[in-house]
Structure formats: structure tokens, C-alpha cells
């Protein structure tokens, strides 16, 4: 069996794309999750974790696993986030900045991050190495999202943002503030 010099080539340039791009979403999941715990509005960080959330549905689009993004973008962004944005809603709690919300040690927290952030690295880098995930053949539940999410997937994710502003239009009338 002879391999190529230009498909060896291709497969190296799809998996630097897909480096390039998980780095890219990567990025932008961290500042939208440092966006998370640093915003003093709450409505505005239930609307950040909504971003990271979609990061996460976005590496699992790049590492092949559409029905999971779906499913990802479904029970998390479309459910879990609407209940949260339902709660912070429905309590009657003060919207908007809140300065008594932080505590006194924050400073603690950096070098705990960063040492957790290392260990981290260090364990991931220590167990797959230089390791390459190869390219695998579509699964049956690839198959079975395909046949049932196929020609039904954009009409039903617009249904349910319109279902959500519905929602949160009924909450914002009938609040009294």
C-alpha cells in the first residue's frame, strides 16, 4: 500500500484547520467565561455562559459529532439557559449591577486557578502526547440524528427561539417593578 505525499499533505492541512479553529473557539470560550464570573449584571451572565455553551456545540461540530452539538444546543442552550433566565426572572431579586455580590478573597482565587490551569496542562499533555485522534466512520447515531434531525432541524431551532421570546416577553409584562 503507497500513501501519497499529497494526501499526507491533505490530512495534515484538515487537522491544522481543525487546530487553528478549536484554538479560535477555544479563545473565545475563555473570554466568555471569564465574561461569566466577572460581569456584575446576572442577566448578562446567564447570556455569557449562553456563549460558552455554544462553544462547547461548536467543538463538538469540529470533532465530528453533530448529534451531540444538536443535543448540546438543545438541552443546554435551549432548556437549562431558559430556566435560568426564567429564574432570575421570576425572583425578585435586583437586575442589574449588584456590588455586594463579590467577596473579600477574590485574590485568592488567581493563583488557584493558575495552579489548577498548570496541573491540568501538565496531566493532559503527560497522557496524550503527541497522540492523533484518527478520522472514524459514521456510527449509527450519526445515521439515526441525520434521518431524524435532517430536514427538521432549522424550522424546529426556530420555533424554539420564537417560543423563548414568547416566554420572556410574558415574564417582562408581568413583572411589577
Known amino acids: ?19 487553528v479553529g478549536f484554538g479560535i473557539i477555544a479563545f473565545g470560550m475563555v473570554f466568555a467565561a471569564l465574561c461569566v464570573v466577572s460581569t456584575r449584571n446576572i442577566v448578562h451572565a446567564a447570556l455569557w455562559l449562553v456563549v460558552v455553551l455554544g462553544g462547547v456545540a ?14 448540546q444546543v438543545l438541552v443546554y442552550i435551549g432548556a437549562v439557559m431558559v430556566l435560568f433566565l426564567f429564574g432570575i426572572m421570576l425572583t425578585r431579586a435586583k437586575i442589574g449591577s449588584d456590588e455586594g455580590m463579590f467577596n473579600d478573597g477574590w485574590a485568592l ?19 496524550a502526547g503527541d497522540d492523533v485522534i484518527a478520522n472514524q466512520t459514521p456510527t449509527p447515531t450519526v445515521m439515526l440524528s441525520d434521518a431524524y434531525l435532517g430536514p427538521f432541524l432549522i424550522p424546529f431551532l426556530a420555533l424554539t427561539f420564537v417560543l423563548l421570546a ?11 417593578d
Open 58 to 71: 461548536a467543538q463538538y461540530i469540529l470533532a465530528g459529532a453533530e448529534f451531540v452539538a444538536v443535543s
Open 166 to 176: 414568547a416566554a420572556i416577553g410574558a415574564i417582562v409584562i408581568a413583572r411589577k
Open 1 to 19: 500500500m503507497t500513501v501519497t505525499v499529497a494526501a499526507v499533505l491533505a490530512a495534515d492541512g484538515i487537522n491544522i484547520a481543525k487546530n
Open 109 to 127: 482565587g488567581i493563583p488557584v486557578a493558575a495552579l489548577l490551569f498548570g496541573l491540568l496542562g501538565w496531566v493532559i499533555i503527560d497522557y
